[in-house]
């Protein structure tokens, strides 16, 4: 009677919960698109958290790590910023200096620039060199593209994605990139440091 009784109340319980939703996955990347030369040529417009509006070239002359991530991302995107506090602690007071970290979002209706905002002083970001930045639809599909990140939206609002960091010298040419987290880092703060040795005259067009 107990074992029956049991039986019906878990059978009851299972009915009044809604089955789980799509749970957050982190996507195998893309090859790059690196044929298509410098991301400069994109000529996207990114809006930062304090509402200005710039040119993704700016950051020409300057090496830069790249990625993309959204605001309510659950831990893959926490993690990517993680990822890059360490390559930029890994890297010589001089490369820290020039190098600056670019995030794009991948949901820039929902990313306003006050979420974007609050995402840089709750994660201590230097906002002289951490530009956590949103464009339109459009261009996030093209830095995608060429950055070899996938990212699929779900119907929860939840996006799976890929989580790498891609450099740009100071043409904005990619050079390096870790894919996924947790991976040895060794190399791309090499190749960052390699470019933040390079005469700042060598920036192609």
Not at 116 to 132: E, Q
Request: net charge positive.
């Amino acid at each position: 009677m107990k074992t029956a009784l049991l039986a019906l109340l878990v059978s009851l319980s299972s009915l009044a919960s809604p089955p789980p939703g799509p749970s957050h996955e982190t996507l195998p990347a893309a090859a790059p698109a690196t044929e298509s030369g410098s991301l400069y040529q994109l000529q996207a417009r990114l809006e930062g958290s304090d509402g200005k509006v710039l040119a993704l070239d700016a950051f020409r002359g300057q090496p830069v790590l790249i990625s993309l991530f959204y605001g309510r991302c659950p831990a893959a995107c926490p993690m990517l910023i993680a990822q890059l506090k360490r390559i930029e602690k890994a890297l010589s007071p001089e490369a820290r200096a020039q190098t600056h970290v670019v995030l794009v979002s991948l949901d820039p209706q929902q990313d306003t620039r006050e979420i974007l905002a609050g995402l840089t002083k709750a994660h201590r970001l230097d906002a002289s060199r951490w530009h956590l930045v949103r464009t339109d639809e459009g261009k996030v599909q093209e830095l995608a593209a060429v950055l070899g990140v996938r990212y699929r939206k779900l119907a929860s609002g939840m996006i799976n994605h890929s989580t790498v960091v891609t450099l740009l010298d100071r043409g904005g040419n990619p050079v390096a990139r870790v894919d996924g987290l947790n991976q040895p880092l060794e190399d791309i703060v090499a190749a960052t440091e390699a470019v933040a040795k390079q005469p700042v005259k060598s920036a192609r067009r």
